[in-house]
């Protein structure tokens, strides 16, 4: 009876040793291997803190003789608005002003309601104040204030390739058209972007992430597509690159300009 009361006592101790020792590898799994738990909250995006209705309103149609594109105000003061755009956009307004000291061309916007239909249309005489035909660049006076129209600011900054990009202009005569994309490219006074752009953005605007002013689209991509039914000529633009002049050309045919 001894011997078996050792027995029972000596299986009770092995057994309280081997839950003590199989605790403590347990312990020893959960501290040491098991690995630790981070919790990783959702990457927020970034919102684009551009005011993408500021730079709708900043775009006008800009009609000159026997053709029509697109500006951008950059200026307005108490009396009058100032007006970017190309040179080929108002090349013969320029010729008619030059000759009869009267120009021929106009700014101005449709009015729609919010089905995008046409409601009306603003226009207002405009006058080239300045030009440069080799940077394919021309400024308007407007000598009248619109509170519809709002002006953007020209950006400080020189874009790098990449940036996310927003052209504003009235392709094909579709008023205010935007469209999105990045720079692909910079060469010599132009930014090649990959964004729509095609007949008709010509003179608007291109722009940043913040609503600044970058460059003015000039030149779409396209073929030749030999001579039509009346023996002309015909180019079939391409709208998956298009050409804006750059911001340094900007700055540099803006400067000396004195608004009034």
Do not use: W
């Amino acid at each position: 009876m001894k011997k078996f009361t050792e027995l029972v006592v000596a299986l009770g101790i092995i057994a309280l040793i081997t839950i003590s020792i199989g605790g403590f590898i347990y312990l020893y799994d959960i501290t040491y291997k098991t690995p630790a738990i981070i919790q990783v909250c959702p990457q927020v995006p970034v919102e684009p803190t551009i005011d993408l209705q500021k730079i709708l309103n900043s775009s006008v149609i800009v009609q000159g003789i026997g053709g029509m594109g697109s500006g951008t105000l950059i200026k307005a003061t108490k009396e009058n608005m100032y007006i970017l755009t190309c040179h080929h956009v108002v090349d013969m307004v320029i010729i008619f002003q030059e000759i009869l000291g009267e120009s021929q061309a106009k700014v101005g916007y449709l009015r729609t309601d919010q089905y995008g239909e046409t409601i009306g249309s603003t226009f207002y005489k405009a006058e080239v104040i300045k030009y440069d035909e080799e940077v394919d660049l021309a400024l308007l006076k407007v000598r009248i204030i619109d509170n519809n129209l709002k002006v953007v600011p020209i950006s400080k900054k020189e874009p790098q390739k990449g940036d996310t990009v927003y052209s504003v202009g009235n392709p094909l005569g579709m008023m205010r058209t935007l469209s999105k994309g990045i720079l692909a490219n910079k060469e010599e006074g132009f930014y090649m972007c990959d964004n729509t752009t095609t007949y008709g953005n010509s003179g608007g605007g291109l722009f940043n992430d913040k609503g600044e002013l970058i460059g003015v689209p000039s030149n779409v991509t396209g073929y030749y597509a030999g001579l039509d039914k009346d023996e002309k000529e015909t180019f079939v633009p391409e709208s998956g690159l298009g050409f804006s002049r750059n911001l340094k050309t900007i700055k540099e045919f803006l400067t000396g300009v004195e608004y009034d």
